[in-house]
């Protein structure tokens, strides 16, 4: 079955911590997207990446960084230059049309709760 | 820049009765639309898209959205609730450069008996 993973799906950190969230597809998807949720809140895009070996800061990339070796995998790390890092991460992927950068469907993982202890 | 608003934070409805719930964007050009749903703990499922065309779109799960471009919005809508639609919608908005999505904040469902 195609699909985004995810792992783990909870993780704990203690304060002062670097960790990393893994995220796989087979999709043969271009692009993959790194989003935190809040409770009560939307999706914010911490990173982004439409190539392998390039990625861009969203619109809350501080104290994360994102790599992109292999086109099914983009890995987070939190670092502990995050102040407030507990969180639900989300990953995402879609195809890129080719020749342009339409925007077309996300399809999502199921996620990763982070609680720093 | 795009924005999506969606003005109720919570919505409870009985089971069997209509459901609206509301998304306004703001956005230069003809937007790309999505509506998501998640179950508490999970992903995110895509209900239904807008790219062009018809602006009464089909869903799955028999939910359906109408894109009204005069009041910039993208109403979710389904005519009969079943229990198992208690979930959080998410609306986002698609530029048309870049793959970028911009979601509105969220409306809680809740379905009563």
């Known amino acids: 079955d195609g699909g985004i993973t995810q792992s783990p799906k909870y993780l704990f950190r203690k304060e002062g911590q670097n960790v990393t969230l893994s995220c796989e597809q087979n999709l043969n998807h271009d692009a993959m997207y790194w989003y935190r949720q809040d409770p009560g809140q939307g999706l914010r895009l911490i990173y982004y990446?439409?190539?392998?070996?390039?990625?861009q800061k969203g619109d809350i990339a501080e104290g994360y960084s994102v790599s992109r070796e292999k086109k099914e995998s983009f890995p987070l790390t939190v670092t502990s230059a995050q102040k407030n890092p507990t969180a639900f991460y989300l990953c995402?992927?879609?195809?890129?049309?080719?020749?342009?950068?339409?925007?077309?469907?996300?399809?999502f993982g199921p996620g990763t709760r982070l609680t720093v202890l | 820049a795009q924005s999506v608003t969606q003005p109720d934070i919570h919505i409870t409805v009985s089971e069997g009765a209509s459901l609206e719930l509301r998304c306004n964007y703001s956005y230069g050009a003809t937007p790309y639309l999505f509506w998501y749903v998640q179950s508490p703990g999970q992903g995110l499922q895509l209900l239904l898209k807008y790219f062009s065309g018809d602006t009464l779109v089909q869903g799955i799960k028999g939910f359906e959205a109408e894109f009204k471009r005069s009041q910039s919005s993208f109403n979710l809508r389904k005519p009969s609730v079943h229990w198992s639609d208690a979930a959080e919608y998410f609306c986002a908005v698609g530029a048309n450069a870049g793959n970028m999505l911009t979601f509105g904040g969220g409306t809680r469902l809740m379905v009563k008996p």
């Open positions: 990446s439409q190539i392998v070996n390039d990625f």
């Open positions: 995402a992927s879609n195809i890129r049309t080719s020749g342009s950068y339409r925007t077309d469907t996300q399809y």
